[in-house]
Every structure is written in C-alpha cells, then in structure tokens.
C-alpha cells in the first residue's frame, strides 16, 4: 500500500507565495519521478512541474521563473511565488514508485488528493 498525502494550499492575495508538500510512505523499492499538476476552472488538468530521482527539473512556460520543484526523500515540495489570480485551481501531487520484483522493475503511479489554491487580485 502507497499513500500520497498533500499539504499546504489556501488563499492569499496576487504577488504573494504559497508552498505545497506531499510526502509519499508506504511499500516501494524507489520513487522515481514527481511531479506537481493542476487544474484550473474551465481547463484539463496540466503539468506544472517535475522533478526526477536525480533532481533534474522542467517547468511549464507560464510558472518558470515564479515556482520552484524540489524534493527530499520522499517528500516534494512546490514553492510557488508571485502567484498570480490565473493561478487559482487545485494541485495535485503525482509520483511513480518502482518495485523490484521477480528480476523486473514494476512501475506505479499515485495521485495525491489536491489542494485548493486561490489566488485573489
């Protein structure tokens, strides 16, 4: 059994900062990739985000320079600054664990449960 569990989130006003966390536990040999997505009203659900086991990171174009992926063990983090009203929608957490089993490297994906973030101009 793998949890995912989120953190963080709320209301603040445009120009201002906000940090997500999500910290993974359960049963798995590796956690390979995070990442952050999100979905705000009127659109599909899209990457913010990643992060690999290695550290190296890729942003969508309308967060670079203004949020930050990062991660420590099994915990990543989304440090979000100068957010913006276009900002507004839930987070989610995503992460793909690796189990080595029977000389094969097994893949999982898991998805946290969201966080409301709004943003107020």
């Known amino acids: 059994q793998v949890q995912v569990m989120q953190s963080g989130g709320g209301v603040v006003r445009a120009g201002g900062s906000l940090r997500l966390s999500c910290t993974v536990t359960?049963?798995?040999?590796?956690?390979?990739?995070m990442a952050w997505h999100r979905q705000v009203p009127g659109k599909q659900r899209e990457l913010v985000a990643t992060?690999?086991?290695?550290?190296s990171t890729n942003y969508a174009d309308f967060v670079k320079g203004r949020f930050a992926i990062s991660r420590d063990s099994a915990t990543v983090y989304l440090q979000m600054n100068n957010l913006q009203p276009e900002d507004t929608g839930v987070y989610y957490c995503?992460?793909?664990?690796?189990?080595?089993?029977?000389?094969?490297?097994?893949?999982?994906?898991?998805w946290g449960q969201g966080t409301q973030v709004t943003v107020s101009s």
């Open positions: 995503y992460v793909r664990t690796i189990v080595r089993a029977e000389r094969r490297r097994h893949e999982y994906d898991y």
């Open positions: 359960g049963t798995f040999d590796i956690i390979n990739s």
């Open positions: 992060i690999t086991s290695g550290g």
